[in-house]
């Protein structure tokens, strides 16, 4: 069974930084695109950052020049440094990723940014 872990989240003042980490499980194949979605209060989920299995990346335009997403294959493990955070960055964060033709999803961690 595949699992998807999220770590990393929490309270940071705005201008801080944090670092998600996602760690995948139960399967012995690399994820295709690895990725980050965030779901603010009352706001549909929105991509934030992908990085497929050749490490291309893409990001939202709100978090461009701020967020950096990596992945390491060897561990099926996916990172989003998130510096320079704002107040609209609060938000659920949850990690996912393909595999084959499935969708997997971690649980969420909460990111909030406030003084």
């Known amino acids: 069974q595949v699992q998807l872990v999220e770590s990393g989240g929490g309270l940071v003042q705005p201008g801080g930084s944090l670092r998600l980490s996602c760690v995948g499980s139960?399967?012995?194949?690399?994820?295709?695109?690895m990725g980050w979605y965030r779901q603010a209060p009352g706001k549909q989920r929105e991509l934030v950052a992908a990085?497929?299995?050749?490490?291309?990346?893409n990001y939202a335009d709100s978090v461009k020049g701020r967020f950096t997403i990596s992945r390491d294959n060897a561990k099926n493990t996916v990172y989003l440094q998130m510096n320079s955070l704002k107040p609209e960055d609060t938000a659920v964060y949850y990690c996912?990723?393909?595999?084959?033709?499935?969708?997997?999803w971690g649980q969420g961690t909460q990111v909030t940014v406030s003084s």
């Open positions: 139960g399967t012995v194949f690399s994820f295709n695109t």
């Open positions: 990085v497929t299995s050749g490490r291309i990346t």
């Open positions: 996912n990723a393909h595999l084959a033709s499935a969708d997997y």
